[in-house]
């Protein structure tokens, strides 16, 4: 037995040898194992110096940051990158990112706090602009100019949504726009869009900044495919510094809004687009479209208050009887009396169109309202279809139970989401919910005068003694 393996075990020593003998030549950080270091799908490596369970949200928020920026260069026109690692130090970084080529290789460098340094807007949108250059086979240090701000802010939006939602209630990731479109006062949208906001020197404006570059951009992503992205078109054309802001803007976004709202108008018109409108118009007008077609809808329904003042407004039906001859004859009824209207007229012209328009807003709202409203206004438009079918007393006694079980629903719904809020803001650190007004106070601090100061801490106090 000792003499078979006397070969094997010379052998085995031998192999020993030789493998300490090379292993001997390299330096010690390249046998260490790399437990420090993480890669992505894309193939971004991202290395900390020292990494714990405390980085664990920061190596997320990166990974999360590189999955959504490659996401949005799908495109056939890029042949080429620079292949992208993100160093994050314990010492810090001058001026919070370096950005450095080496070997071919993009390098970028981070303090370990970025996430919670004064200065972590500039450092994570030069991040996001760094890797979209990189991604798309440009040196971020030899483009002249930094990529459009509606561009990096709405993925940094997306990113700090990601991340640093707090909101357990079924809200809309737009809530400001959202407001906006509910009160029919949506702004103007190029002119939103290419007016480029920050958190330190405009505070709260910058939300709703940031809300309209994130819903541009998801919108965007809907119209884009590998054969035609406006996205990935304007980091080349900005890259390249051959072209005008207004120039690339035109060339990619107003050409894919423009194309998908020609689209759209010959859906809903069932024919060619109507002609009159110029570009900026058509422009405004898929804005106010794809708004209220996705920033309230099933998924994300109005807020029972909202509904509520929506629902009453439906409830308003008035009727115009025309006859030859004589002057029209306008009467207004709430919608639970509509059987008024019926019984002195019958079907007529006049009824026919007054239901023909509330079954577009009953649609519309059926649309927006949430879960426990939609069977009750499934019985609603039911009823109103049955016209020539029943009697108008059955008819009205159904209006009526009807309506009385919307009411007792908008009664329950509050109390959800009363309830909701509070375990909401029970469950919520303060530094998180109150994000937004720290925020402003911290911005607010650095532009006061002492003197404004002062005199708010004493209407301040006086408040709290009252």
């Given at each position: 037995?000792?003499?078979?393996?006397?070969?094997?075990?010379?052998?085995?020593?031998?192999?020993?040898?030789?493998?300490?003998?090379?292993?001997?030549?390299?330096?010690?950080?390249?046998?260490?194992?790399?437990?420090?270091?993480?890669?992505?799908?894309?193939?971004?490596?991202?290395?900390?110096?020292?990494?714990?369970?405390?980085?664990?949200?920061?190596?997320?928020?990166?990974?999360?940051?590189?999955?959504?920026?490659?996401?949005?260069?799908?495109?056939?026109?890029?042949?080429?990158?620079?292949?992208?690692?993100?160093?994050?130090?314990?010492?810090?970084?001058?001026?919070?990112?370096?950005?450095?080529?080496?070997?071919?290789?993009?390098?970028?460098?981070?303090?370990?706090?970025?996430?919670?340094?004064?200065?972590?807007?500039?450092?994570?949108?030069?991040?996001?602009?760094?890797?979209?250059?990189?991604?798309?086979?440009?040196?971020?240090?030899?483009?002249?100019?930094?990529?459009?701000?509606?561009?990096?802010?709405?993925?940094?939006?997306?990113?700090?949504?990601?991340?640093?939602?707090?909101?357990?209630?079924?809200v809309p990731c737009f809530p400001g726009?959202?407001?906006?479109?509910?009160?029919?006062?949506?702004?103007?949208?190029?002119?939103?869009?290419?007016?480029?906001?920050?958190?330190?020197?405009?505070?709260?404006?910058?939300?709703?900044?940031?809300?309209?570059?994130?819903?541009?951009?998801?919108?965007?992503?809907?119209?884009?495919?590998?054969?035609?992205?406006?996205?990935?078109?304007?980091?080349?054309?900005?890259?390249?510094?051959?072209?005008?802001?207004?120039?690339?803007?035109?060339?990619?976004?107003?050409?894919?809004?423009?194309?998908?709202?020609?689209?759209?108008?010959?859906?809903?018109?069932?024919?060619?687009v109507p002609s009159g409108a110029g570009?900026?118009?058509?422009?405004?007008?898929?804005?106010?479209?794809?708004?209220?077609?996705?920033?309230?809808?099933?998924?994300?329904p109005l807020l029972t208050k909202d509904?509520?003042?929506?629902?009453?407004?439906?409830?308003?039906?008035?009727?115009?009887?025309?006859?030859?001859?004589?002057?029209?004859?306008?009467?207004?009824?709430?919608?639970?009396?509509?059987?008024?209207?019926?019984?002195?007229?019958?079907?007529?012209?006049?009824?026919?169109?007054?239901?023909?328009?509330?079954?577009?807003?009953?649609?519309?709202?059926?649309?927006?309202?949430?879960?426990?409203?939609?069977?009750?206004?499934?019985?609603?438009?039911?009823?109103?279809?049955?016209?020539?079918?029943?009697?108008?007393?059955?008819?009205?006694?159904?209006?009526?139970?009807?309506?009385?079980?919307?009411?007792?629903?908008?009664?329950?719904?509050?109390?959800?989401?009363?309830?909701?809020?509070?375990?909401?803001?029970?469950?919520?650190?303060?530094?998180?919910?109150?994000?937004?007004?720290?925020?402003?106070?911290?911005?607010?601090?650095?532009?006061?005068?002492?003197?404004?100061?002062?005199?708010?801490?004493?209407?301040?106090?006086?408040?709290?003694?009252?």
């Open positions: 037995m000792n003499l078979l393996l006397k070969k094997p075990v010379r052998g085995l020593k031998i192999f020993l040898v030789f493998a300490g003998a090379l292993l001997g030549s390299y330096p010690a950080a390249a046998v260490q194992m790399p437990t420090d270091s993480f890669s992505t799908r894309s193939g971004t490596a991202i290395t900390f110096q020292r990494f714990d369970r405390e980085y664990y949200e920061t190596l997320q928020y990166l990974k999360f940051a590189d999955r959504i920026i490659s996401g949005y260069l799908n495109s056939s026109a890029v042949k080429q990158s620079y292949p992208c690692r993100i160093f994050v130090l314990n010492e810090p970084v001058k001026g919070g990112i370096n950005i450095v080529e080496a070997g071919g290789k993009i390098n970028l460098y981070l303090h370990k706090d970025f996430q919670t340094a004064e200065n972590k807007f500039a450092v994570t949108t030069g991040m996001i602009n760094a890797l979209l250059l990189a991604k798309t086979g440009f040196n971020p240090n030899e483009c002249k100019r930094p990529l459009p701000p509606w561009l990096t802010v709405g993925i940094y939006g997306q990113m700090e949504l990601r991340c640093f939602s707090h909101s357990i209630l079924a726009l959202m407001a906006l479109c509910v009160a029919g006062k949506l702004p103007d949208f190029r002119a939103s869009l290419n007016t480029a906001l920050s958190p330190e020197a405009d505070g709260i404006a910058y939300r709703l900044y940031e809300e309209l570059c994130r819903f541009v951009l998801v919108e965007l992503k809907r119209l884009s495919s590998r054969a035609d992205n406006p996205i990935a078109d304007a980091v080349f054309m900005t890259a390249r510094g051959k072209y005008s802001e207004e120039q690339i803007f035109d060339y990619t976004v107003v050409r894919a809004i423009l194309k998908n709202y020609d689209r759209l108008s010959r859906e809903i018109n069932k024919k060619t570009d900026a118009q058509k422009v405004q007008n898929w804005f106010k479209m794809v708004a209220n077609r996705d920033l309230v809808s099933l998924s994300s509904f509520v003042t929506r629902f009453y407004h439906f409830r308003r039906c008035t009727y115009v009887h025309r006859i030859k001859g004589s002057s029209p004859v306008r009467m207004v009824r709430d919608i639970s009396k509509i059987t008024e209207i019926y019984d002195r007229y019958g079907m007529s012209t006049g009824f026919s169109e007054m239901l023909d328009g509330k079954f577009r807003e009953l649609e519309g709202l059926i649309q927006v309202s949430q879960p426990l409203c939609s069977v009750s206004l499934e019985k609603l438009r039911s009823t109103l279809q049955q016209f020539d079918q029943l009697p108008s007393v059955i008819i009205k006694k159904r209006l009526a139970l009807i309506l009385g079980e919307l009411e007792q629903t908008f009664e329950r719904q509050q109390q959800i989401e009363v309830y909701l809020r509070a375990v909401e803001y029970a469950a919520t650190a303060p530094g998180k919910l109150y994000r937004d007004e720290l925020i402003e106070d911290r911005r607010l601090e650095k532009n006061f005068c002492p003197a404004i100061n002062n005199y708010l801490d004493q209407v301040e106090k006086s408040f709290l003694r009252d």
